[in-house]
């Protein structure tokens, strides 16, 4: 029988992987989650993601490497899933500043669902269990090229660049920024 992960999500909790092989169960603590329910109630979701944000993973010259991808990983599911609460309130986030817009990709809120469809093909990577690196980090202004070939450039000092492939999110410029958008959204009343 093949392997079958199922990730959840508590953010009151550690998060547990259980993993079927030949008729036994195995449980391990993983940071990661590849799905998140949308019943959690907005403040709560904010609230976890400005204290994700703050893990030495997004800090500057952080040399933490063991966790960082699944941290991004969760920062990204949950940034998605508080912008498609932001669209379902009928206010959606469509800044472009930074966003490589093009193709299906045309502001941040679609950046941030396309990079969320694209964890499940990097399930391997993210639980470390794949050599290649598709998911990638750069800090500061600067331009090259990474490991897997994928070019890439940074365009701001003091900056944390993520990227799948060659496609972009910057920390400070737009997580952030769309963390204060759905502040004042959902702290504002009605």
């Known amino acids: 029988m093949k392997n079958k992960l199922e990730f959840t999500y508590n953010p009151k909790s ?75 309130a009928g206010h959606r986030i469509d800044f472009i500043k930074g966003v490589g817009v093009g193709g299906k ?18 399930e391997s990577e993210l639980i470390g269990g794949s050599s290649t690196s598709r998911l990638n980090r750069y800090y500061n202004a600067g331009t090259g090229y990474f490991e897997n070939g994928a070019f890439f450039t940074v365009e701001y000092d003091d900056e944390l660049g993520f990227f799948i492939d060659d496609q972009r999110i910057y920390l400070n410029q737009q997580i952030k920024r769309v963390l204060r958008e759905l502040e004042i959204l959902f702290h504002s009343p009605s």
Not at 34 to 60: D, G, Y
Not at 62 to 84: G, H, V, Y
């Open 14 to 88: 550690v998060v547990l992987t259980r993993v079927e092989q030949l008729g036994q169960t195995f449980y391990k603590e993983k940071r990661l989650s590849l799905t998140a329910n949308h019943a959690f109630p907005p403040l709560l979701l904010l609230a976890r993601l400005k204290k994700l944000i703050e893990k030495p993973s997004f800090k500057v010259g952080s040399l933490e490497e063991r966790f960082w991808k699944k941290d991004f990983a969760e920062m990204i599911i949950l940034t998605d899933n508080l912008l498609m609460k932001a669209s379902n």
């Open 105 to 122: 990709v045309q502001d941040i809120t679609s950046l941030v669902a396309w990079m969320r469809k694209q964890l499940s093909e990097l």
